[in-house]
């Protein structure tokens, strides 16, 4: 006995035979679809950013650099994500942070598995002032190379999108990872602005006194500290403390932005 409904019917034919008909010309119609479609290297091409022209030539890139944008590269756009790269550092440079993100998203959709590419698209989007986009690049690229010496930026992003306590975090993994000093004096310059925005300027002038603000030997980044705890100190009403930090920068870069205008004004 039959008991799964596929038996045959009092004309000696297969029950269910119209659905399976049915279905034939449902496949007939799904191949039909398919074939109709662009491949899929070609519509991913198609949802990419233009290419932006580039400039002609091998550029002069460093090694370790250079060997990971062609890794990450498929063999016939290696060339064109070298240059793409190197343009766009040197818009940068140039101030000309709208090319320099229109060069790194192509390169982006080009090589997505680039390091060096991810990195350098969140520092022109930050640059250019999207901190959203800033954010999903250099948390991409922190997971892709294991490092946090860009969380200065991760964390001006969270403090400029109110997030103060993720913005702290940012700052001690770069602690407790032992990023370059330069840009944990960043971080913590960020850190202490986010504690002043709450009105807590005790607090902020903690925070940068994690960075030395008294060291053995200046490093070209402490004029940036001193501004920031000159500035701090006059709020408090610090004014002696003040000066002294002015003073500070003052003896070893002069014309640092308007450290002579706030000498005169607290000699006043």
């Known amino acids: 006995m039959d008991t799964t409904g596929g038996g045959r019917d009092g004309r000696g034919g297969r029950r269910g035979g119209g659905a399976r008909e049915s279905g034939g010309d449902t496949d007939r119609a799904r191949r039909a ?3 109709a479609r662009p491949p899929t ?3 991913a091409e198609q949802g990419r950013p233009r290419k932006p022209s580039l400039p002609e030539g091998r550029p002069q890139l460093p090694g370790a650099v250079y060997r990971e944008l062609i890794g990450a590269s498929s063999r016939r756009e290696q060339v064109d994500v070298v ?3 190197a343009a766009a550092a040197q818009a940068l440079g140039a101030d000309d942070v709208a090319r320099g993100v229109e060069l790194l998203a192509w390169a982006k959709a080009a090589a997505p598995r680039s390091v060096a590419v991810r990195e350098l698209l ?5 640059r250019a002032g999207d901190f959203p986009r800033a954010r999903r690049e250099l948390l991409a690229y922190r997971r892709m190379s294991g490092r946090h010496d860009q969380n200065h930026l991760l964390a001006d992003c969270a403090r400029a999108a109110g997030r103060y306590d993720q913005a702290a975090e940012y700052v001690a993994q770069m602690e407790r990872q032992g990023a370059p000093p330069d840009r944990l004096a960043e971080g913590l310059i960020v850190l202490a602005g986010a504690r002043a925005e709450r009105g807590d300027a005790r607090g902020a002038l903690e925070v940068l006194e994690r960075a030395d603000l008294r060291p053995a030997r200046v ?13 701090l100190c006059a709020r408090l009403g610090e004014l002696q403390q003040a000066r002294e930090y002015l003073e500070a ?6 014309d640092f932005l308007d450290v002579s205008e706030l000498l005169r004004a607290l000699g006043d």
């Open 122 to 126: 969140g520092v022109a989007c930050y």
């Open 41 to 43: 290297w070609r519509r």
């Open 249 to 254: 920068i003052a003896a070893v870069e002069e």
């Open 83 to 85: 240059r793409a790269y």
């Open 33 to 35: 679809e398919r074939a």
């Open 219 to 231: 490093q070209p980044w402490h004029p940036r500290l001193w501004y920031v705890a000159a500035d």
